[in-house]
């Protein structure tokens, strides 16, 4: 026993005179430091894409009801463009474009001063959605394009009535979706 004694006395005597050994971490740690890193990384950038993919459908979303809501608000107060010199029919919101990249236009309605010829069509707002972005729409109206008119005042729109046109928005690369209602009387949900 006392050898042992002797022998670690010696030990840390040399480990006290001994200045060239010097503390660090080991391949080991510093190993496991990186894999935890990765796992948390490889994590939040699978979160952040997520939420970029959701910030995508709502901005869509927005925008397409803003839209809407731009073409019932002129047609409500009856505001026409200065190059509409009839009477206005309406304002329409057509969407030409429903796969990748989806196209919808507001254009106002001007009744034609030649008798018997169509409205005249006065283009006020032109989007191209992101094409990462896939409308679907489900309507009582007929086939596309689907052309969603505000008459003027409380005159309504062409949904027939008891209808809707429910607009799908989503987004290619996720399942995140969200859906816009327009009724008969032009409520946009």
């Not at 005159?155 to 928005?169: A, D, K, Q």
């Amino acid at each position: 026993m006392r050898r042992v004694q002797q022998l670690w006395h010696r030990f840390n005597m040399q480990l006290q005179n001994n200045k060239s050994i010097t503390r660090g971490y080991t391949i080991i740690e510093i190993l496991i430091v990186l894999v935890i890193m990765s796992m948390f990384l490889s994590f939040g950038y699978a979160r952040y894409k997520d939420f970029a993919s959701r910030q995508l459908v709502d901005v869509a979303t927005r925008q397409i009801s803003g839209d809407l809501r731009l073409a019932q608000s002129e047609a409500l107060s009856g505001s026409k463009p200065a190059t509409c010199t009839g009477v206005l029919l309406g304002y329409s919101v057509t969407f030409t474009g429903l796969a990748s990249p989806p196209q919808y236009v507001v254009d106002a309605l001007c009744a034609n001063p030649v008798v018997g010829n169509p409205p005249i069509v006065v283009n006020v707002k032109s989007v191209d959605v992101d094409s990462d972005i896939v409308l679907s729409i489900t309507s009582s109206l007929p086939t596309p394009p689907y052309v969603v008119v505000f008459r003027p005042f409380t005159l309504g729109t062409n949904i027939p009535s008891g209808g809707s046109i429910v607009i799908n928005v989503r987004n290619t690369a996720s399942t995140s979706s969200k859906t816009i209602t327009i009724g008969t009387t032009g409520e946009i949900r």
